[in-house]
């Protein structure tokens, strides 16, 4: 079966879910991807864990919500889209005119047909959103409002894949699961990631170990480094907030915070190559979990590759970001990106000839008989690669260099090892190049 | 009362003086500005003395100098404009032809209302400079000739500024009083300076010293690295020749002989702030005492903001560069850039952030309380401070990266310092700098 | 007698000679080249020697080769034009019709005026070139095909001048002898060197030692490696492959293998004042013998100034890069760009100013006493040499700082250490230096 169709199909069990930052939608969704993930475990932490300059807040329960008019209509129902109820929403029962109603309800005059995604996590009120067009039909009268929702001492739940590598060194992936009905922000994240960890999973060895995590973002990746901070300190050589990765027509990328890890060299080349057009955003732009992984102190080299970026489409945070703006296709892209720059943080390694001056690549059958361009370009290619495998630079750095995609240059590596015409070596990158600029 | 309006006042009144390199314009211009400065020491170098490469040439005295016409006519009158007479004039009593006088008579057919300015510092002449509109109408004849001048034994003027600060590192500028009626350049200079001078005066505490000199240009600013070498190579940290800082048609920027210094990028960071299509010139077209303290041995991290630079605008060294070039805003602009970039020099410290992941700002009252775009916008800068306040970059460094003014980002700082979210080390810069391409 | 004409004079005799990789038409080109180079000393390698990679392939004797038609005409005959026999074809004599002769036929559709050149060094077969023109009008019928060839045990061979220095250290040129009558590519090679190499030899003394080899493409350069390795790794400081000197319709540039060589530099530094718009390639782009100088592990620092590049001109290896196409005037071209880079690495040297702030230029005769535009641009570069001789940078990186050809700041040097203002230091660049990035 088609991946992106696959993973399409995983968005459209979760999409009806009610998730927050704590709460049993979290714990739905996670169960759920347990199936297609065995490995997955699930924690749990107390309400009122201190994790540095934060607490675990209490957990949040809804049952229903819903306003009826001054008829006794249905106006919203938390039933019909979750998106109706401020997240976080106090419970609230009550009757009031229409003038008082306006100040809790949400909608965007400038897209009038669709429902704002709104939070209030750390104050508390209550709220509804709905469309402008409906909101501006809404007649004076009584009306009443019921948010049966509960705040209470529980547990904000996060999941975590472990695949042990040969090297217990670490490639990151955090994606989050905070999110109620939205597509690209943010179901396509978990989905390509759960792929991701399935695709891992199956690879017959591993140069790297790898650690994925999905957290409610924000207050779980803060969560997450409070608990692992030295591990993920130590061990961590590159990895991937993923999240935005489900439509199709973009690709973007987002930097750590000095933008030189080779998390950022191997996003910016997979771009560079699946699409040069690729929007390149500073790392002021930042909007997700990187916001906590590159902070002074933590420090991890945490890239981010996108189709189109939160905060830079029209769907963005409202009931238009839907599954039919997330298509097999564009999950599929967001799928195949990240794992091309996993495959390069893989097989990065620094080649060195074995022979002085060019050898003779007619005699090992190297050269192509066919004198086409392609071929031209092969022999070319060939030769530059033989010509900077002079043991100081990686092949991720030739590639660059030499502007072949890298696993281009990975397979003919591959071909020349096997005629022992270079022989390469693997170093484990350096997880700290996060302070220089 | 509007500094700009103050300087401009300062300036009117130093218009009449003929100064030169030496001389008793030089003295009582000096002695003028000791009214604003009390601080300000007159030093008098003899005679003769040997400056480097240099020797300090005679005194010039002048008294009078005029032109009478075939029918007696006054023609040019020194006392009418000082710039008629051609600076460091040898005496002359003389009656001569229209056809003898042409060659000691100066005037720009370009620009035939403009007096020129010329001088013969180091070649005993004598002329006289007047409008090529004035030297057209000149009629054959006879013409007497005098000027009542006097190169003697005598020595050349300067003033100096010292200003304690908690650190016996200094800043140190450097500004020219050897021009007659020149307004741009150069009475901007010294009245600016004077400005600045008595701002920082007024300062509750100063974290480096200051040094403010007012050199005739060239042999003043020569002789006096050759008495203060050591001292200046040893404290001074930055640094700037502050001269053509009064009309208000543009900001330039000429940077130190490496262009790296902290002078250089301090200047660099107000000028893009203030005018991002600021004039950007090479130390190749320097032109002042810059000439002077980067040369090598000499090393000192000297930069120069002007509003037009000498050379670059048509009254250059002419008459036409008076106090109707010159402005009361155009001055308050010259004296503000300088300010910004004195204050960057004294405020700028290296923040590092005492919690780990991004600080609740919310439980402090930093989350701005408006959603207005202002308020994400600072919110933004915040975060982005930071985040990049890992104890490896400087303020200045920071606000350059995300592109936000210093002042804007200092201010947060203090904030945040107050908050106990960020603590900051003061270090001493690096003086030496000036070596590195 | 105009350089450009000896050039092409010595190109007009070596025209008709029949050169390949092996064999006499090479040796009669090195004997012509001993009556212009006394120095020149010829080194034979015996067939079979192993070089690296590679074995030195049979020698190739060609007495004969000639077409006849189904009317016994003559179709094609090697002794008209030697590019008609394809290099290394071995031997046949034989009847066949049209059809068996098209397979080994070459021709250049597109050019159809123009003979390819065509070798098979390394697979044995045989053919023949000749215009498209000419071909397609060939009737049916039989046809006589003879090649009068020989492929033996023999040698291979180049030629070779040292001209010692009072260093050790070495610039070396290396040019190529291999390819029949064609004049860009390459007959202005071998004559350019020559001249270079008689130049060199006039010199009164030369700072570093020189190495002029004269040797078949590809096979040749590997073999001489093979044969100095640890002394060209040791000595050799700068160095150019001289090919496509002659056309006189562009200059080109090809770098090392990292581009930051001193060859690199006095390259780029020469074109960049002769033809600011000089066509700039990649390492990529290299089609020469820097292929197998610029190897890991031999690392030679050796560039390639050009005029029009091989394979980006249309006359390129075919017949009708000829003696009209290379002229007096693009080989004197040629031969000025590298003469200039190569006084570049001869006359380099680190200035250090002897006086402090700017000598007093008057008074030592060195200020201009005529006002011209002239004048004041050489007052200003005189003043910027004594700025940036500070003892950090030679007189090529100031050149290029200040962007001031190196001839003129070098004259100015010379005078300015004449008057003991400057005295300069003379360092063995750094030979290693094709490392880094």
């Known amino acids: 079966m088609n991946i992106g169709l696959e993973i399409h199909s995983l968005a459209q069990r979760l999409w009806p879910i009610c998730r927050s930052i704590t709460g049993p939608g979290v714990r739905e969704t996670l169960s759920i991807l347990q199936e297609y993930l065995p490995d997955l475990t699930v924690h749990e932490v107390p309400t009122g864990t201190q994790c540095f300059d934060w607490t675990i807040p209490r957990e949040w329960i809804i049952r229903e919500a819903w306003i009826t008019g001054p ?92 695949l042990p590598g040969e090297s217990e060194k670490e490639v ?19 989905c390509v990631s759960t792929f991701l960890a399935r695709w891992l999973k199956e690879q017959p060895r591993r140069r790297y170990s790898y650690r994925i995590v999905f957290v409610p973002e924000t207050i779980g990746s803060i969560c997450y480094v409070s608990r692992h901070l030295e591990t993920l ?21 987002l930097p750590s915070r000095y933008g030189d890890t080779l998390s950022d060299r191997s996003a910016r080349h997979v771009l560079s190559h699946l699409s040069p057009t690729y929007g390149q955003y500073s790392f002021s732009e930042r909007g997700s979990d ?57 097989k990065n390694r620094t080649p060195r000839i074995t022979v002085l001056c060019e050898p003779q690549l007619g005699k090992r059958g190297l050269y192509p008989t066919l004198g086409t361009r392609d071929a031209a370009r092969q022999v070319q290619v060939i030769s530059d690669l033989l ?51």
Chains 1, 2, 3 share one sequence.
């Open 71 to 162: 008829d006794g209509e249905c106006i919203v129902d938390f039933h019909k889209n979750n998106l109706h109820v401020m997240g976080y929403s106090i419970p609230v029962d009550q009757v009031m005119t229409l003038e008082e109603l306006q100040e809790n309800l949400y909608s965007l005059p400038e897209q009038p047909d669709a429902i704002p995604y709104i939070t209030s996590y750390y104050r508390e009120r209550w709220g509804f959103c709905l469309t402008h067009r409906q909101r501006q039909a809404l007649k004076p009268g009584n009306y009443r409002v019921k948010i049966d929702s509960e705040l209470r001492q529980g547990s904000l739940s996060y999941g975590e894949v472990l």
């Open 387 to 437: 010509a900077y495998a002079d043991g100081t630079r990686s092949l991720l750095e030739i590639s660059d260099y030499i502007k072949a995609p890298f696993w281009e240059i990975e397979t003919l590596c591959s071909t020349l090892e096997q005629h022992e015409l270079i022989r390469s070596s693997y170093d484990v990158p350096d997880n700290r190049k996060t302070t220089t600029c």
């Open 233 to 253: 300190r130590r061990n961590v050589i590159a990895g991937f907030v993923v999240t935005c990765v489900g439509d199709d027509r973009a690709y973007s990328f």
């Open 290 to 346: 990187e916001r906590q992984y590159c902070m002074p102190g933590v420090d991890l080299p945490m890239a981010t590759i996108m189709r189109s970026k939160y905060g830079c489409y029209p769907e963005y945070h409202t009931s238009l970001d839907d599954l039919t703006l997330v298509t097999p296709t564009g999950l599929a892209g967001g799928f195949e990106a990240l794992q091309r720059a996993i495959e390069i943080i893989e």
């Open 172 to 190: 990151f992936l955090s994606t989050y699961i905070c999110h109620p009905s939205m597509a690209n922000n943010e179901l396509s994240g978990p």
